[in-house]
């Protein structure tokens, strides 16, 4: 859920991995994986993004953890909603 939150952010300030990455200080690859749910990135790296994205890190947790919430209550929840709340809480 972070991951995509992230993409939605960067795609709406209509940005490429490339430049938010580079504010950032992380690498393209790194942030591509980050967004599709490969990497668990640090606390550092997740502050960074968002800063990069012009959003605070208790906005962002804030949003995963509503989407979070949300997720929960549909019919199914499976093992990475659970840890994306580990991560948001």
Do not use: W
């Amino acid at each position: 859920m972070l991951g995509a939150h992230l993409r939605i952010l960067r795609h709406d300030r209509d940005e490429t991995l490339t430049e938010t990455a580079r504010r950032a200080g992380v690498s393209t690859q790194y942030l591509s994986e980050i967004e599709r749910g490969i990497k668990e990135p640090s606390s550092e790296v997740i502050a960074a993004v968002a800063d990069a994205l012009g959003v605070t890190l208790l906005d962002l947790t804030v949003a995963v953890a509503d989407d979070l919430r949300a997720a929960q209550a549909g019919p199914a929840q499976n093992a990475s909603c659970a840890t994306a709340f580990a991560l948001a809480a």
